[in-house]
């Protein structure tokens, strides 16, 4: 196989840049992708579904043995690995041993909050884009995070298990389906753990509904709908951060760039790829406007960027149907001037659930002793708090406290505990490579349907059918 160097992944990039998404980021001709009625079937497609190679294992219920602590590398300490870092000092059964960065000023400052947090001095490489290949060899490593660029992630996750130990990737995993295959594969050769690092199903409210789905309260599950609306205009052109990598991914697809943060909390509640599985999707998106607009009039950074050209619709919404006929409506706006916003519903015969702000209607108020008469409005702020005093998801209430400082209202340290004290304990964690998989495979999806005139496209199965057999995950406590 190419060894898969710094270069060729400057080149990826920098091709899909320079010859438009549809033809060169994916590799793959414009033909009009599945029709509705025969839609899985089409062997060469991206939708067709990879027979396992052989030697290969599912990995949907590895377990692997305990250990008193865990070891973590992390790869990648800009914004977000400094973050996850910080949870990382906090975790009093993890040891971080390595930190990386091309950046090493970065690293230093990473090094020296390790002192400070636990007087311990990780191993540390720096200097060149391929200085994490060091990283992943070192022995004394049970799971790398990476919170690399998107162009990373894969190469990074595949030599990590390659070298045995865990990938705990960033969001979103991958960005083509030829990538979410390559860490399926990986993952099963290897028989390593490639977990994605979705912190948004530890939020308070995601675990709630979580707790509430599988308590019964919304009956049978329906409809849900979901989102990453988050104005990052001003952040896209950023020197320094994102903004220097990010961007590039406007001027090429069209389609939802960061499908996961929205979808993973809803696949958990209905039990997506454990017993219901995404059949295929429709996807629409709106002209593009605002990055230009943006560009044209602010003229960020003394007008360096003049002349580039966006193609990514401002909004972007899909539509999934799953095996069992449910639906999942998907967004993506990072442009429009507006609050943020996940959306957070799901729909069920009982219930319904709305975030930004939180609100429930609940078609029986009376079994829960609400002070609620039907379910023609949202229950009170007083009914909601009666609801979160019985259903507030029990690893949320444990480990509430610890995450008051950290990220993101506090999801980022129950993420990392969570998924951490998994691969201590030897179980499998909460999102497998199956997860990773479908929900990064959206983008790619969802920019196919686009391209197409929306017509529907089928998605992968990553789990070769054992979706059928695969168990919900279970009410985690630590
Ligand atoms: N889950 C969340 O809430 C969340 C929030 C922000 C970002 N993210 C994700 O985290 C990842 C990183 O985003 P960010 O905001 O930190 O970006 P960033 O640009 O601030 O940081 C990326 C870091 O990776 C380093 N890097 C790049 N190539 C490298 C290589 N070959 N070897 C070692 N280091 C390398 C860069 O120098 C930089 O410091 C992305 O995947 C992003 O989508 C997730």
């Known amino acids: 196989m190419k060894k898969e160097t710094s270069t ?26 599945a029709p509705a009625g025969d839609i899985r079937s089409k062997a060469g497609d ?42 990382l000092l906090a975790i009093d059964f993890v040891e971080v041993t ?15 909050s390790a002192q400070t947090a636990r007087g311990i001095s990780p191993k540390t490489y720096a200097g060149s884009e391929n200085a994490w290949e060091k990283l992943v060899a070192q022995d004394d490593i049970d799971v790398v995070y990476i919170a690399t660029p998107w ?32 860490l399926v594969d990986t993952s099963e050769r290897t028989q390593r753990h490639c977990a994605i690092l979705e912190n948004c199903c530890y939020g308070e409210n995601e675990l709630f509904v979580l707790n509430m789905a599988r308590e019964g309260v919304f009956g049978e599950l329906n409809h849900a709908e979901c989102a990453y609306i988050h104005d990052l205009r001003s952040m896209l052109f950023k020197l320094g951060t994102e903004g220097d990598w990010r961007r590039e991914y406007h001027k090429t697809i069209d389609g939802n760039l960061y499908p996961t943060h929205g979808l993973g909390p809803v696949c958990q509640y209905m039990d997506i790829g454990r017993g219901d599985q995404m059949k ?95 379910s023609h ?22 480990l509430k406290e610890r995450a008051k400082a950290s990220g ?25 490579v199956y997860d990773a998989a479908l929900w990064s495979c959206i983008i790619e999806l969802s920019a196919k349907s686009v391209e197409t005139g929306s017509m529907p496209v089928a ?13 919900s995950i279970p009410i985690a406590t630590v």
Not at 382 to 391: I, Q, S
Request: aromatic share 8%; charged share 25%; proline share 6%.
């Open 8 to 33: 060729s992944r400057r080149t990826f990039i920098k091709t899909a840049a320079l010859a438009g998404f549809g033809a060169s980021l994916f590799g793959r001709s414009s033909a009009l992708a």
């Open 46 to 87: 991206i939708s067709a579904t990879r027979p396992r190679p052989a030697g290969q294992k599912p990995v949907h219920a590895l377990t692997t043995a305990p250990l008193e602590k865990v070891r973590v590398g992390v790869i990648g300490v800009g914004g977000r690995g400094r973050s996850l870092l910080r949870d």
């Open 98 to 112: 390595a930190l990386c960065d091309i950046r090493q000023e970065l690293v230093d400052r990473s090094l020296k």
């Open 151 to 182: 162009e990373w992630h894969v190469p990074m996750a595949v030599k990590a298990m390659e070298q045995g130990k865990h990938a705990f990737v960033e969001v979103a995993a991958a960005v083509t389906i030829d990538e979410c295959w390559r």
């Open 280 to 374: 295929f999707l429709v996807s629409v998106s709106s002209p593009e406007r605002g990055l230009s607009k943006w560009l044209r009039e602010k003229k960020p950074n003394s007008g360096r960027h003049a002349g580039e050209r966006y193609v990514c619709g401002d909004m972007n919404t899909s539509i999934i149907k799953t095996e069992l006929g449910r639906t999942i409506m998907l967004q993506h706006d990072v442009i429009s001037p507006r609050p943020y916003s996940r959306i957070n519903a799901l729909s069920g015969t009982e219930a319904t659930f709305f975030g930004y702000p939180p609100q429930l209607a609940i078609d029986s108020p009376a079994r829960y002793g609400l002070s609620a008469k039907s």
């Open 377 to 398: 409005k949202w229950i009170s702020p007083d009914d909601l708090v009666k609801m979160r005093e019985r259903f507030t998801h029990p690893l949320w209430d444990r």
């Open 408 to 432: 993101h209202g506090g999801m980022d340290y129950v993420m990392s505990y969570r998924l951490l004290d998994c691969i201590r304990k030897g179980i499998t964690p909460d999102m497998t």
């Open 459 to 471: 998605v992968p199965d990553f789990t070769r059918g054992d979706w059928k057999k695969i168990k």
